[in-house]
């Protein structure tokens, strides 16, 4: 299925002499160099008490979008980071073809390999919110949506990567409403299996997956002038089994939030724009998708040229308790990251 989808993506790429006059391509890259030090106090395993002092390029992303006419367009979005291997790897993160136009239809169909709409995950801070690490679901999926006067809605199917009793099917549907306009933007989503998504599904494994899990998220947006202000929820909606996901002997219900503000000075330090953002966050019965349960942030960015931004951030994690399964630890991480994006 993957093979044919990306088959498809790159044969419309190369599709340039069938499109209109007015076909578009556009190229889009993003480098992201960061120095991070995390103190000897290690959060989720008590032995390990080293520092982590490290200089990486932890993302590179290339992105080619070609308009091939009015009613079609294209996006293919390679990646390199680091794979489960340990070392750098390139991958085609995501590729898909739209068929839609704004200007006679607000309907629109998308297949191909995209993150579902389950989730905003917005932040002024370098390091994702909790809320993706727990719910970012990214598949092969066929989405039909609508976009009318600021209101935004979508439903989509796909084969994800774990299946209830066995099999290979294509039993995965999802449904998402939003509404927008200058200042305010918020949103609802739900998806019958919340265990597809990539921070659990890597927790989950191989462990025996009994039903479908269903989850919800609500998130939202609203700026005033130079000010924002974001907040998030994501949650299972019912407990996993035990020898599935377990929390505290228990099934887990995992749920994750975040809170956080922004402010932007249009001549900050060195008088150029600069951004600072505060964020608290947390999450429930996670300990076993080795989140912590308390997240408290402070971050800085300055747009040191036209392009190229120095970021500063950082966080404060605490584990969850020994009754609960954690190390009750905490731990301290300060990041320093210029990122080139045009």
């Known amino acids: 299925m993957r ?10 790429l190369l599709w340039q002499g069938g499109a209109d006059a007015g076909s578009a391509v556009n190229i889009s890259w ?15 395993d008590p032995v390990v008490n080293t520092d982590l002092n490290k200089l990486d390029v932890p993302k590179i992303e290339l992105g080619v979008d070609v308009d091939l006419s009015d009613w079609a367009k294209t996006h293919l979005l390679f990646l390199m980071e680091e794979g489960d291997s340990g070392g750098k790897e390139m991958t085609v993160d995501e590729y898909n073809i739209t068929i839609a136009s704004g200007d006679r239809t607000p309907f629109s169909l998308t297949a191909g390999r995209l993150p579902v709409p389950f989730g905003a995950f917005e932040t002024n801070l370098i390091t994702d919110p909790l809320t993706l690490e727990m719910g970012e679901t990214k598949e092969e999926v066929a989405m039909l949506g609508y976009e009318a006067k600021g209101f935004t809605a979508s439903l989509y199917t796909f084969n994800g990567d774990l299946d209830a009793g066995g099999g290979n099917k294509l039993d995965n549907l999802g449904a998402a409403l939003g509404y927008g306009n200058g200042n305010f933007t918020a949103g609802m989503g739900w998806i019958n299996d919340i265990g597809d998504s990539g921070g659990l599904t890597d927790a989950i494994g191989a462990n025996p997956y ?3 899990i269903p989850g919800a998220e609500a998130h939202a947006k609203f700026t005033l002038g130079r000010f924002n202000l974001i907040g998030e929820y994501l949650a299972a909606t019912e407990s996993f089994d035990a020898g599935t996901l377990a929390f ?18 249009e001549n900050g330090i060195l008088g150029r724009e600069t951004t600072i953002a505060a964020g608290v966050q947390g999450t429930a019965e996670a300990q076993a998708l080795g989140l912590p349960e308390e997240r408290r942030s402070l971050g800085v960015s300055i747009a040191l040229f036209e392009k190229i931004k120095l ?9 969850y308790g020994l009754a609960d399964g954690g190390t009750g630890d905490y731990s301290n991480s300060y990041t320093a990251q210029l990122a080139v994006e045009f």
Not at 30 to 44: G, S, W, Y
Not at 311 to 319: A, C, I, P, Q, T
């Open 311 to 319: 970021g500063l951030e950082w966080l404060h994690d605490k584990d």
């Open 3 to 12: 093979k044919r989808l990306l088959t498809a993506a790159i044969g419309a």
């Open 210 to 212: 009994a039903s479908n």
């Open 30 to 44: 993003l480098v992201e160099i960061e120095a991070m030090r995390t103190d000897d106090r290690d959060l989720f």
């Open 248 to 265: 505290n002997g228990l099934g887990a219900r995992p749920e994750a939030w975040n809170l956080e503000a922004g402010y932007t000075f």
